[in-house]
């Protein structure tokens, strides 16, 4: 089920923060508003430079898994946090190379 989006939350920002955050939306392949969501359900998210298409599909990901939120036969929140910690596990593994 989806959730009603009627309400906005507007901010001030220097042009930079807004570049900034504009960026890195742009390089997840993500809206702003996705983006800034994303990063308020989940407090970080993980850039792996060489890994774009990693972020693309785990980004798919996250968007299906909405669609089965709040279906007690899937633990939507339990996957969610399963696959942040393999992609932490590879983020350290290409540090480390």
């Not at 989806?2 to 807004?18: G, L, M, N, P």
């Amino acid at each position: 089920m989806k959730t009603k989006k009627d309400t906005i939350i507007q901010i001030r920002i220097s042009a930079e923060q807004k570049e900034q955050i504009q960026q890195k939306a742009k390089e997840l392949g993500m809206s702003v508003s996705a983006y800034i969501l994303y990063l308020c359900e989940h407090k970080q998210i993980i850039v792996i430079q060489k890994g774009k298409e990693l972020a693309e599909q785990v980004y798919r990901l996250n968007q299906i898994l909405g669609i089965y939120e709040g279906n007690p036969m899937i633990p939507v929140q339990e996957i969610r946090d399963t696959v942040s910690q393999s992609i932490l596990h590879i983020t350290q593994a290409m540090e480390d190379e």
